[in-house]
Structure formats: C-alpha cells, structure tokens
C-alpha cells in the first residue's frame, strides 16, 4: 500500500493557526522574540520543539497558543510568530 505525504512548512500568527488534519509529524520554531506557550510547552525565542513524533499514526492537532513578552524597552516590537514544520496525509 502507497501513502502519499508531503512536508508543510508554514508561519503564523497567534490567530491564524488553523486546526490541521491527518498530521504525521510535527515541529514548532519560535521565530518570535517572545516566549511561546503551545498546548503547554514553553518555547523560548529561536526554539524548535518537536510535538508530534513520527511514529506511523496521524492525528487531528488543535494549537492553544499564547506568547509571554519578553520585550524589556518601550521601543521593543513584540513580534508573536510560529513557523509549524510538518508532515500531513494527502
């Protein structure tokens, strides 16, 4: 039996993650420079943080995502973004 899979590599914000489906593997950057907390993970600026093993399975994934500042000067521009590496069903 052939499976066809293909890696997505994409970058969001806070409020455009979308609910993904048929999921094999999953990575997260934090290309951010505030701390990330995904699904209860915190992952600190330039991070990746591998959630989902490939492990032959697939999985519907929802990301509850929230960003703790870490800008110190008035001037800093928080910038709250996640690059999701992962490999889906197709």
């Known amino acids: ?3 066809e899979s293909s890696f997505i590599t994409k970058e969001f914000r806070e409020e455009q993650i979308p609910i993904l489906e048929n ?3 999953l990575s997260v950057l934090n290309n951010g420079n505030s701390i990330a907390i995904i699904n209860g993970i915190k992952i600190y600026p330039t991070q990746k943080q591998i959630l989902i ?3 032959g399975t697939f ?3 929802q990301l ?3 960003y703790i500042p870490t800008a110190t000067k008035v ?3 928080l910038v ?3 690059l999701l590496i ?3 069903l197709m």
Do not use: G, L
């Open 1 to 3: 039996m052939f499976v």
């Open 23 to 25: 999921v094999t593997s």
């Open 53 to 55: 093993v490939p492990d």
């Open 59 to 61: 999985s519907r994934v």
């Open 64 to 66: 509850e995502v929230s």
């Open 75 to 77: 001037d800093d521009r």
């Open 80 to 82: 709250n973004k996640i």
């Open 86 to 88: 992962y490999k889906k």
